[in-house]
């Protein structure tokens, strides 16, 4: 951005300023059902982008102009000031009659008596940041302006209004594109749709306003000339960083500036001392906290509010929302949502973490495992192919593999509990609600209905009896049946002998 120049007179602190949101548009480039400004990019909605970076300005007042699908756009404005702590007041533009209109609408939400700065952006620029704003504020103000408009260089300038200067230099009209001859398309200097307006300039202004152009409608940019004809003082707060006020209008752009807002948060990222091997397939959300030292693998994908600790590994091929990663930990291909995950432990690769899931400091989640609801305590292992939902398990425990904690009994669900230093052994079945008691083993293929103490050793299931002949009876002909008379000629002819012991006769059926 172009720095202010030093024969300026600082800001002053103490002028009120307050910010419109332009949120009122149908977007119908965007063909959707989902309003254009609901939308998301990196995390976040447009809107959630657009308020984020006016909050920035710490203004004295922030409404959203509402007009189509007004009840869920207010609804998603609510929800962004929950999320940063500041009130946001919305005003409805009843018709779509242009930007001026929209501002006109603005100024409704804001206290009669408010005499400062207003500062107008949109809804549709997610790029735009807390700091160009600040900046678009400052040199309003140490320039005595009573109009500063933000404008930027376009490669191709189709679509944008144009600005239109004296050979001094001096910003004389913003023109439209569809009003735009073919010389003044030539202009690359493009207006932003961002504003700092003295509050008492803007209401007379905006009483000016006409609808004689191309679209029919009240256009904001004509204050422009509008306040020169009054007499007042018009300038340019040009920024270098052309981006910042892309707009958003359909999908494809969308796209484009979702990868690049998530190009400048990877770029942050690496700076700040964070490892992305292969930046060209890596996404992260605009609200997710890496960590110095942390490494992100091909294929990660870390969306939300997630969190990733010093010297984690992350990746490759794993998807993440909303999950805390504690220091040194390492997640392998693995989808995980609303969970946390111990220092030093290690997860996947292939494994699902459902909400709820809390993996304790060097525990181990492995090879296609699945948790829910679930607290898995330091240092325990659930290793291999193994269902983990509504469960408790402590300290430094042991689930053999193919285990499945049985929560649903197709009405309600209940929680199983095991205990620390446990051992339990491979197709386990844990019927819930039961409690396996510390230090307690449990056998292979175990049905567990009951509660076993401490220090016990479960076994369901009587003893394995083998039928012998039972193939050659029921099964006759068939290759299982050759392949067993094979194999007993075989061990005939070599003179081994079936085990008596584990031998019983067809009647004992």
Known sequence: MTALTTDLAP???????????????????????????????CGRTLLAHSIHAAAGLDPDHLVAVVGHERERVTEACAEVSETIGRP??????????????????????????????????AADVPLLTGEALRELR?????TGSHVTLMTSTAPDPTGYGRVLRTQDGEVTEIVEQADATPQQKLITEVNSGVYAFDSTT???????????????EVYLTDVVAVARSMGKTVHANHIDDAALVAGCNDRLQLSVLGAELNRRILVDLMLGGVTVVDPGTTWVDIDVRVNADAALLPGTQLHGRTVVGEHAVVGPDTTLTDVEIGDGATVIRTHGSASVIGAGAQVGPFAFLRPGTHLGADGKIGTFVETKNATIGEGSKVPHLTYVGDATIGEHTNIGASSVFVNY???????????????????????APVTVGDGAYTGAGTVLRQDVPPGALAISGGRQRNIEGWVADKRPDTPSAHAARRASEAAGSSGDQADPANSKEMDEQ
Do not use: W
């Open 11 to 41: 800001p002053d602190p103490s002028v009120p300023t307050a910010v419109l949101i332009l949120a009122a548009g149908a977007g119908t480039r965007m063909k959707s059902s989902v309003p254009k400004v609901l939308h998301r990019i």
């Open 138 to 142: 400052d040199h309003h103000v140490a």
């Open 88 to 121: 946001i007041s919305t005003a409805v533009q009843e018709t779509q009659d242009g930007t001026g209109g929209a501002v006109r609408a603005g100024l409704t939400g804001l206290p009669d008596e408010f005499d400062g700065i207003v500062v107008v952006t």
């Open 202 to 216: 803007l209401r007379a202004a905006l009483g000016r306003l006409g609808t004689q152009n191309a679209q029919n």
């Open 409 to 431: 009994d197709g009405v309600s669900k209940s929680r199983t509990t095991v205990g620390s230093y446990c051992r339990t052994g491979s197709d386990n079945m844990f019927v």
